[in-house]
């Protein structure tokens, strides 16, 4: 499946409104969120995937902190998630799966959520996410929208976990790359989205399977606005580049590039390696906010003393020219 393949097959379809819908498939967004009552949205979002590490518990806290994710993205907090489970019974060891799910658990319990069932089938391929429900005021549900010229956009994770999987699977990644990788993929968007309370954030989504500038492209789409993004602000795991100048590409960062290529204006001094970087799909991606240039001077302040060493402002939103990424 390629970018936009399921809004593809979705399309013609006769989708229903429903007056409580805040944010739903015709406007879709990280997750969808639906009115219970004047103080509380229900957050719905899933996702699940094939393991991209070896280890099966670092697989499964990966694949959960990915799932958790899109609910931190659209401002909301996580209550309980069911385990979506594919697994080969055959050819693996039901050890495997155990280590699957306590990974899976282990995450679910530092976003502060609880388990409460799940579903497994056999499948010749193993695969594990979660479905996460969560809640959000209605008023301060964070989307794509909103994204006003002169705002500043804050990333919260360095990008590059396509590409550097890539390697991993090719045996060319070393093990501090696949340790840092792995760590900041583990790492929750829980502690960024703390730091966001508080802060006018105007538009916020986060950095998943489209890479930076398809998520960028949707952000500028959904606020009718346009970006520059400044490539050598943009945090890339240490040796990236230099994989990537290998050509250890993943299909998804090709495909997500011809999808894309035509909304970005490519400054060529940008190096080709950084370029397709910033395509690559991220599994487990950090935040990435449009805020004004003070809370965004802020917010970067609150994510450093917290920890979140990597985040940093890559660019602005402008007004011109609207419908644009330019990077530069
Ligand atoms: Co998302
Ligand atoms: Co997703």
Redesign the pocket.
Known sequence: MGPGDLARALCGLALRSHPDLIVGLERAD?AGVIRLSDEIALVQTLDFFTPIVDDPYTFGQIAAANAL??VY?MGGRPLCAMNIVCFPSRKLDISVLQAVLRGGLDVIHRAGAVLVGGHSIDDPELKYGLSVSGVVHPERVLDMRGALPGDALVLTKPLGTGIGGTAVKAGLAGEGLLAEMSASMIALNREAAEALEGLGVHAC??V?GFGLLGHACELVERSEVGMAIRAERVPIFGGLEALAAKGLLPGGLHRNRAFRAGMVDMDPAVPEPVQAILYDPQTSGGLLAALAPGEAEQLLERLHSRGIAAAAIIGEVVDSPAGRVVVR
């Open positions: 990280d994710s899109d993205a989504t986060d998943t």
